[in-house]
């Protein structure tokens, strides 16, 4: 099956810096979701990709879909205490057997000290 | 609109017990799934169902079955609880490729 390899696994940063991760793939993936997770939460959507290049922002957070379609990044601006959380990547592959089905990174855990 | 609810919050089983998972979404999503999760390895596919009626396996189906009766339900059922299975469960639907989740479910296997 398709696998995602995510990085870092985990941040420790100061509050104010930028923040950046990745995932790679094997497999070409149509869309990329990026989630974040708080303690005892659910996964929340952050941004979808559905297009290979596409550069998507939501406030501080901007993310691309690579060109390849194996491959996506995150980006966080001048992050904040509460951008702490488990960041992670996810790919749907639509096609054959796999339809519908996410695959997921195995998260990147962000620290950011005051 | 509530979105995904899961029911319980939190469960402990002993060894050998069986037990459901709820899940419902209010959102008239097509797609639904479950997704286990484990320290270190991301969301792992359980099951997922693409309509009433259709279910299918995911990466890690055994020890669990899914009924799809309903739109808006898709239980998971545990037969025969074991340690394995000690983690937290989430559910999710979609319509199209962006997928929502519930509060998830942390079930302990004693």
């Known amino acids: 099956g398709q696998q995602l390899n995510q990085s870092p696994q985990s941040m420790f940063i100061q509050e104010g810096e930028d923040v950046s991760m990745n995932c790679t793939s094997s497999?070409?993936?149509?869309?990329w979701l990026w989630y974040k997770q708080e303690p005892g939460e659910g996964p929340v959507l952050l941004i979808a990709?559905?297009?290979?290049?596409e550069l998507t922002s939501n406030g501080r957070l901007t993310a691309q879909f690579g060109i390849t379609r194996k491959d996506s990044f995150l980006n966080i601006s001048a992050s904040i205490p509460s951008d702490v959380g488990i960041y992670f990547c996810a790919g749907l592959f639509a096609g054959g057997t796999s339809y519908g089905k996410l695959t997921f990174g195995q998260g990147t855990i962000l620290t950011v000290h005051p | 609109n509530a979105g995904v609810t899961q029911t319980p919050k939190f469960q402990v089983l002993k060894t050998g017990q069986s037990m459901t998972l709820q899940c419902a979404q209010d959102m008239n999503h097509e797609y639904m799934s479950w997704y286990r999760q484990d320290p270190g390895m991301g969301l792992r596919l359980i099951h997922y169902?693409?309509?009433?009626?259709?279910?299918d396996q995911g990466e890690v189906p055994n020890g669990y079955n899914v009924s799809r009766s309903t739109t808006e339900d898709f239980p998971l059922r545990l037969l025969s609880a074991a340690p394995s299975q000690t983690s937290v469960y989430f559910c999710?639907?979609?319509?199209?490729?962006?997928?929502?989740f519930g509060p998830g479910t942390r079930l302990t296997v004693t």
């Open positions: 497999s070409i993936f149509n869309t």
């Open positions: 990709l559905y297009k290979a290049g």
């Open positions: 169902s693409v309509g009433a009626g259709i279910t």
């Open positions: 999710a639907s979609s319509q199209g490729g962006t997928q929502y």
